[in-house]
T-cell receptor
Framework: AQSVTQPDIHITVSEGASLELRCNYS??????LFWYVQSPGQGLQLLLK??????LVQGIKGFEAEFKRSQSSFNLRKPSVHWSDAAEYFC????????????FGPGTRLSVLP | DAGVTQSPTHLIKTRGQQVTLRCSPK?????VSWYQQALGQGPQFIFQ???????QRGNFPDRFSGHQFPNYSSELNVNALLLGDSALYLC?????????????FGQGTRLTVV
């Protein structure tokens, strides 16, 4: 069965600093991988996805993620964090061939210091 | 263009009661999935409806049931409520046709069981 772990429950960074959120997955075949962000009172918003091809994928809001099969990882990065990036971030792996239903990780809460 | 809308936004129920949550998908979408997000955790997949039938189901008891209407809107029903059913219930919509289509999430219904 698929599973996703996010080792960091809470991360605090200063505005303008770089960010890396870790994600590890367990899946037998080539996974469909996603990063979602959830702001307070908001639904989940897709940041980026990986299906195949180039292992470095670009997303919205200046985020990128790198798929590393050998490490079963799909870490999210941003070179310079903005105060508006404070939110909960979820890594997910698709549980179907359509890439529409997901197994989510427990999430990482990001706080941004001014 | 209205996104995914869920109602109600909050509700409080007593243990043992039954509850119905509602979801209207994004315009043009025909597939609805439901997730349960307990406090401090990632969303967990409950089930997905396509063409008015349950297409995929997660590891949830039969107390959780659903329905999809001809206009693609959906209901989630939970019978014999337990305190542990307290959570944020998220609805996501997408297109069920072949090929990937981004899933859009609603803001959720916060259910409290007392």
């Amino acid at each position: 069965a698929q599973s996703v772990t996010q080792p960091d429950i809470h991360i605090t960074v200063s505005e303008g600093a770089s960010l890396e959120l870790r994600c590890n997955y367990s899946y037998g075949a080539t996974p469909y991988l996603f990063w979602y962000v959830q702001s307070p009172g908001q639904g989940l918003q897709l940041l980026l996805k990986y299906f195949s091809g180039d292992t470095l994928v670009q997303g919205i809001k200046g985020f990128e993620a790198e798929f590393k099969r050998s490490q079963s990882s799909f870490n999210l990065r941003k070179p310079s964090v903005h105060w508006s990036d404070a939110a909960e971030y979820f890594c997910a792996v698709a549980m179907d061939n359509y890439g529409q239903n997901f197994v989510f990780g427990p999430g990482t809460r990001l706080s941004v210091l001014p | 263009d209205a996104g995914v809308t869920q109602s109600p936004t909050h509700l409080i129920k007593t243990r043992g009661q039954q509850v119905t949550l509602r979801c209207s998908p994004k315009s043009g979408h025909d597939t609805v999935s439901w997730y349960q997000q307990a406090l401090g955790q990632g969303p967990q997949f409950i089930f997905q409806y396509y063409e008015e039938e349950e297409r995929q189901r997660g590891n949830f008891p039969d107390r959780f049931s659903g329905h999809q209407f001809p206009n693609y809107s959906s209901e989630l029903n939970v019978n014999a409520l337990l305190l542990g059913d307290s959570a944020l219930y998220l609805c996501a919509s997408t297109l069920g046709s072949p090929g990937w289509t981004e899933a859009f999430f609603g803001q959720g219904t916060r259910l409290t069981v007392v």
